[in-house]
């Protein structure tokens, strides 16, 4: 049964930093690209970034280029989002979601997890 | 990046109803248009993607359809269960993005 199970979401304050990570489990988590999105409270879902299987590749929504990093460790079956220069607007539920193969940077979600809550408030 | 706009944003409905959600693309995707389904406090899941095809395990009261700018989700007979947030998803165009939801409720 395929699994993602995010952890490291908590209050941070404004211009804080914080790192969110997502294990991954029940399929071969290097042969999937992988993408966090992210939904504030009460919200829509707005996609925050893109990695592909083998971490050649990144990519960052333009609301979080500069100030966030995504990577992998494949070894240890993990995803991880590393946040600096928070700002109340980035309060949300953080998800990382599993890429189905689509030929594409842009594609769809198969696999969700449940979701880590980052509060940014002082 | 391709805006997507749901209509309408919530509507009340009845279990046994026919439901017709219609999601607009602001430039066409051709068929590369995905649903989901998302229930309080839980994380989306998803029912359709290539506007039409049914993801395993999905009932098949679900069904999808549309091309270019215009698509709908579909749900035959509602049931209990189906009272949630659907949000449309375009995945053509780089960045992927997502409409704004439409709350089926009670």
């Known amino acids: 049964e395929v699994q993602l199970l995010e952890s490291g979401g908590g209050l941070v304050q404004p211009g804080g930093s914080l790192r969110v990570s997502c294990e991954a489990s029940?399929?071969?988590?290097?042969?999937?690209?992988m993408s966090w999105v992210r939904q504030a409270p009460g919200k829509g879902l707005e996609w925050v970034s893109f990695?592909?299987?083998?971490?050649?590749?990144?990519y960052y929504a333009d609301s979080v280029k500069g100030r966030f990093s995504i990577s992998r460790d494949n070894s240890m079956n993990t995803l991880y989002l590393e946040m600096s220069s928070l700002r109340a607007e980035d309060t949300a539920v953080f998800y990382c979601?599993?890429?189905?193969?689509?030929?594409?940077?842009?594609?769809?979600?198969?696999?969700w997890g449940q979701g880590t809550l980052v509060t940014v408030s002082s | 990046a391709v805006r997507m706009t749901q209509s309408p944003s919530s509507f009340s409905a009845s279990t046994g109803d026919r439901v017709t959600i219609t999601c607009r693309a602001s430039?066409?995707?051709?068929?590369?248009l995905a649903w989901y389904q998302q229930k309080p406090g839980k994380a989306p899941k998803l029912l359709i993607y290539?506007?039409?095809t049914l993801n395993s395990g999905v009932p098949s009261r679900f069904s999808g359809s549309g091309s270019g700018t215009d698509f709908t989700l579909t749900i035959s007979r509602l049931q209990s269960e189906d009272f949630a947030t659907y949000y449309c998803?375009?995945?053509?165009?780089?960045?992927?993005?997502f409409g704004g939801g439409t709350k089926v409720e009670i």
């Open positions: 990695i592909s299987s083998g971490a050649d590749r990144t």
């Open positions: 979601a599993r890429v189905t193969p689509c030929g594409s940077t842009s594609c769809f979600y198969d696999y």
């Open positions: 430039q066409g995707v051709t068929t590369y």
């Open positions: 029940g399929f071969t988590f290097s042969d999937y690209a």
């Open positions: 998803q375009q995945y053509y165009v780089f960045p992927p993005t």
């Open positions: 290539a506007a039409s």
